[in-house]
């Protein structure tokens, strides 16, 4: 065990992973939606059907990489290669998808379907075999749970620059094409040189072998783990209320909270990072008293609870409250964060030991696609709501819109919240 233990070098290799990852994440998730209504000029509900149809790709991509990663083994492991391997040109797709490219809105949705592709491809050469990773750098379940506490507290130190950089940067500028591609060279920068580093400084401890068994065999096999597809389907209500959340609050804090220049948008925003950042290292302190899974469950029943009454709370034009509030519901929803990427590894173990086929790569795939499913239903569900209450950009914003954003912020994300706990029941 003492040969398991994982240095404070590594563990921040380890963490620059996810922060890499979450500078990508982040794009997709709070600013691409944005970007495409409000810059490019494509529709709410065209917007949402992009961002499904892309995710609908990562049904074969995300497993299949899984698969791949798994079965095929180099000398430096299963893993750290692909991560190697991705890193500069995730950086360039992140740049690519925030360039307005086209005269006509055929050629505008061109673009924005091409380039969404592309980093969705390369988030999956990154991601799959990063979050693989956990369970070969060591074997030893306490440095797994210290493992993702640095690594989700740098992930959302990356989140925070991300979220208060980006929309400053954009704001100060009078929200152009021409900011969110200068944000976005510098933050696929940053991003491919974090992934190096992480590719660089990890060592994969346990050494599996190839893994041969026939891909129908593993599917089927990971059906029957009943722990997994309890998780899977945890995942897709997770990510969905996430993403819901995350869609909106770039709209809602400059049309809905009255966020009047670039410092109160990057506030708001950076409101995610600074509650996640605390609730990693809460979410420790918990699971060292408490059951994981009870922890877990709490905080998808407390987020519901919060984010109903922040709709009964939060006003029009009331900045500083929903400042507060922002901050009081990242918080709760992401103390789940640390638990329910230390239980992926877990439940995969136990459909090992229950099947006796390890499907490790496959459900790893697997969990990301749902990752991109929940993000991609959050896009249909934002654009159909913006559009019932009759939102646009180019008119004025009428009561009804207002009542379309605090709900689409607040409520619709604490209804999934809510879901994801049954199920965890």
Request: glycine share 8%; hydrophobic share 50%.
């Amino acid at each position: 065990m003492k040969s398991n233990k994982l240095s404070v070098r590594e563990k921040i290799g380890f963490g620059t992973g996810d922060c890499a990852i979450n500078l990508s994440l982040i794009s997709t998730g709070m600013f691409i939606y944005a970007f495409y209504v409000q810059v490019v000029g494509i529709s709410p509900v065209d917007a949402g059907w992009l961002l499904l149809a892309v995710r609908c790709l990562d049904a074969c991509t995300d497993p299949m990489m899984g698969w791949v990663a798994n079965r095929y083994k180099t000398r430096i492991g299963h893993y750290r290669h692909w991560i190697l391997l991705a890193a500069i040109p995730m950086g360039i797709s992140m740049y690519l998808m925030f360039i307005n490219v086209g005269d006509s809105y055929g050629m505008k949705l061109f673009w924005a379907y091409s380039t969404y592709i592309f980093n969705s491809l390369m988030f999956t050469v990154v991601t799959i075999p990063y979050i693989s990773m956990i369970s070969v750098i060591t074997d030893n379940q306490n440095e797994r749970i210290t493992a993702n506490t640095w690594r989700f507290s740098m992930a959302k130190t990356a989140t925070l620059l991300c979220t208060t950089m980006v929309p400053w940067l954009v704001t100060v500028q009078g929200g152009t094409a021409s900011a969110y591609s200068l944000s976005f060279v510098l933050l696929g920068t940053i991003g491919a040189l974090l992934l190096l580093f992480c590719g660089l400084t990890t060592r994969e401890r346990i050494n599996l072998s190839a893994n041969k068994t026939p891909l129908l065999q593993q599917m089927k096999s990971a059906l029957r783990n009943d722990q997994w597809v309890i998780l899977c389907s945890a995942c897709v209500t997770l990510m969905l209320a996430f993403l819901l959340r995350a869609n909106i609050a770039f709209i809602y804090v400059t049309d809905f909270a009255g966020a009047k220049g670039g410092y109160e948008v990057s506030l708001f925003l950076g409101m995610w990072s600074i509650g996640g950042v605390i609730a990693a290292i809460v979410s420790k302190q918990l699971t060292r008293r408490y059951c994981k899974i009870n922890v877990f469950r709490l905080s998808m029943y407390l987020s519901a609870a919060f984010g109903i009454a922040m709709y009964f709370i939060v006003d029009q034009d009331n900045f500083m409250a929903a400042v507060i509030c922002y901050l009081i519901y990242c918080f709760l929803t992401d103390l789940n964060t640390p638990i329910f990427w230390a239980l992926i590894s877990e439940v995969t173990e136990y459909g090992k030991q229950k099947n006796g086929v390890d499907t490790a790569g496959l459900s790893m795939g697997a969990i990301s696609f749902c990752q991109k499913l929940g993000m991609g239903l959050s896009g249909i569900v934002t654009g159909y709501t913006l559009s019932w209450f009759g939102y646009s950009v180019a008119e004025e914003k009428t009561a009804s819109a207002m009542i379309g954003l605090s709900l689409s912020l607040c409520i619709a994300p604490a209804l999934f919240f809510l879901i994801t706990g049954l199920i965890m029941e």
